[in-house]
């Protein structure tokens, strides 16, 4: 490909609307454009990557055992309606009717589809195990699009589906397609951690993300310092801290005004934070009051609470009535004296606490010496806290937990017969018996990883392509396009790297060079060669690394060798 025919629109400015590195570096390089809030389109330099990513998942999809299909972005909510998630989905579901009013979805994802596919064909073990994938786009109508098509509207998905005849056979599965993932995004170049993750609205038992390290990224994850232990901050498993042993006083309720917060309450009454209890008020989508109480300076971990109340799927912060409804008075709450028949969740550290101070539900007053296991009767006790820097490890003995930040660019997870159960999707096993089928599903985001790749890898200049995935390999600059012998040469140059099978750009724009080296920089080729006057005057050829900005400079018999070198060691 010739830099006068590519259809690149770099920019010199960032738009507005691009807050983070690889969205703003997408832009500029003339990756993407926008076409609506959430939407992208992915220009020729970017859909290269975008084919790279895919090319490389489906080599490891097909050597784990999956098998290519493609299914009809369109669903019908007939097969929502049979697993349950027609309205359980919530308003991320793109919802549209066909002309006889009847309703379909855009895919959100395809549990269902493959589902009602195998369910029809699959009738005996010995079909099993079956591995289905596709890469396809899928519709979310996320709540806050963002970050361009790290967070779209509109994104392309590989999603695997495994079938097996049992537990062990979909364990298997799922182990193949961790290898596969883990062997996808070392191939892409990309510096990741799988974590232990929460299944979310996919359902299912065991989940891992795949996330790829990244200081501005969206996922917050917790590894020990000790032991492999690795998790999401959704899933971060907590061991409850023991206060040091106290003799319970007797409970006592004190003035303490204007202390609607811990820290004023903690300074009024000179007392640490760890001694104090606070309380958060939720409400779910059915209006459902949830009171979460936890030591005054730790934080709710708002998935975990989901999931210690049976039924609830969304929280959003509480009305003030709704609380003063069963007793509660906000800034001053306390399990002691709400109405009976309240979900009240009880961190397990909080529940551990002696002699601590609480809300009296009433304003301007607390109790002290609050004893929770004496004191808060019937509540939910659980494991509600956000993970803190230092946190124990849950699993090792002496491990502590780190915080880093990251992208989500992929996610396994065993499902188990979830889907299977729901719409009736069962086989003969062994025996002639009728058993439901073992699932797993698997997706990667095609779109999120390249911006990931992105945010992972640049500097002020622009974007570091990892080899495996950069549009091109390497660049050939004819450093003055204008000069005849320059862009002679450049073109030889350009035709023997071509015939050496080197994925090669010749950038034969008639630009000043400046401009183009910018240009290099910004697309960030991950290998550069200039043919300039030197080359004219003594065959220098000079070569240059994006990564590490090294320049070295070959003979014209030795370049070729050197590139190909320098290409095999990035
Ligand atoms: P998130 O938590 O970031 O919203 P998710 O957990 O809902 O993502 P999955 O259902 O696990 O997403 O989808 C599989 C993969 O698809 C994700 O790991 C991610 O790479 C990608 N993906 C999900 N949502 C989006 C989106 N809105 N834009 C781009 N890629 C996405
Ligand atoms: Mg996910």
């Given at each position: 490909m010739r830099?006068?025919?590519?259809?690149?629109?770099?920019?010199?400015?960032?738009?507005?609307?691009?807050?983070?590195?690889s969205h703003q570096l997408m832009y500029r390089a003339g990756l993407i454009r926008k076409s609506a809030g959430g939407m992208y389109t992915y220009l020729p330099l970017a859909w290269r990557t975008i084919r790279k990513i895919e090319q490389i998942i489906r080599e490891e999809m097909d050597a784990a055992g999956g098998q290519e299909i493609m299914m009809p972005i369109l669903q019908p909510s007939e097969l929502w309606e049979e697993s349950g998630r027609w309205g359980a989905y919530g308003a991320e579901m793109i919802r549209v009717k066909d002309r006889h009013g009847r309703e379909f979805c855009m895919g959100p994802t395809h549990e269902e589809m493959i589902t009602a596919l195998v369910r029809d064909e699959v009738r005996s073990y010995k079909q099993l195990p079956l591995m289905l994938y596709q890469i396809q786009d899928k519709f979310r109508d996320e709540r806050r699009p963002r970050f361009g098509v790290m967070r779209s509207r509109e994104f392309i998905m590989k999603d695997l589906y495994s079938f097996d005849k049992d537990i062990a056979g979909m364990n298997e599965s799922y182990r193949k397609m961790s290898v596969a993932y883990t062997n996808i995004f070392t191939r892409c170049g990309l510096n990741f951690r799988a974590v232990e993750a929460d299944s979310g609205a996919i359902g299912g038992g065991h989940s891992e993300e795949f996330t790829v390290?990244?200081?501005?990224?969206?996922?917050?994850?917790?590894?020990?310092?000790?032991?492999?232990?690795?998790?999401s901050d959704e899933k971060a498993a907590l061991r409850p801290i023991n206060a040091p042993d106290e003799a319970e006083?007797?409970?006592?309720?004190?003035?303490?005004?204007?202390?609607?917060?811990?820290a004023l309450l903690a300074e009024y009454l000179k007392i640490p934070v760890e001694k104090t209890i606070k309380a958060v008020a939720y409400q779910t989508e059915d209006d459902v009051l949830i009171l979460a109480f936890l030591r005054g300076d730790h934080e709710v971990n708002e998935i975990k609470l989901v999931n210690a109340v049976p039924g609830a799927r969304e929280l959003r912060m509480a009305d003030e009535e709704a609380i003063r409804a069963v007793g509660g008075c906000p800034g001053f709450m306390s399990p002691i004296g709400i109405k009976k028949g309240t979900h009240i969740v009880v961190d397990e550290t909080a529940m551990r606490m002696h002699n601590a101070v609480s809300g009296a539900n009433e304003a301007d007053f607390h109790y002290t010496n609050v004893n929770p296991k004496r004191d808060f009767g019937a509540v939910t006790v659980a494991d509600i806290r956000l993970v803190e820097e230092g946190d124990a490890c849950p699993v090792c003995e002496n491990g502590h937990l780190?915080?880093?930040?990251?992208?989500?660019?992929?996610?396994?997870?065993?499902?188990?017969?979830?889907?299977?159960?729901?719409?009736?999707?069962?086989?003969?096993?062994?025996?002639?018996k009728t058993q439901p089928l073992q699932m797993g599903c698997y997706g990667i985001g095609v779109g999120r990883t390249m911006a990931a790749a992105i945010e992972q890898n640049h500097d002020e200049h622009g974007i570091i392509w990892p080899r495996a995935i950069a549009p091109y390999e390497v660049v050939v600059v004819a450093v003055n396009a204008k000069a005849e012998e320059q862009l002679a040469y450049a073109e030889e140059v350009y035709e023997e790297l071509r015939a050496a099978g080197v994925d090669v750009l010749l950038d034969d724009r008639r630009e000043r060079a400046g401009v183009k080296f910018n240009d290099c920089d910004l697309i960030g080729y991950p290998v550069r060669i200039a043919i300039g006057p030197k080359t004219i005057e003594n065959g220098t050829i000079e070569v240059k690394i994006r990564k590490s900005g090294a320049l070295v400079n070959f003979a014209r018999d030795t370049y070729l060798k050197g590139v190909q070198d320098m290409l095999a060691a990035l």
């Open positions: 830099a006068t025919n590519l259809y690149a629109p770099t920019l010199r400015n960032t738009p507005a609307e691009a807050e983070i590195a390290l990244a200081p501005e990224g969206e996922s917050r994850i917790a590894c020990c310092d000790a032991c492999s232990y690795a998790a006083l007797p409970l006592a309720k004190v003035a303490t005004p204007h202390t609607s917060t811990i780190h915080i880093g930040r990251g992208i989500e660019a992929g996610q396994i997870f065993a499902l188990g017969t979830k889907y299977s159960k729901a719409m009736g999707a069962t086989f003969l096993d062994e025996a002639g």
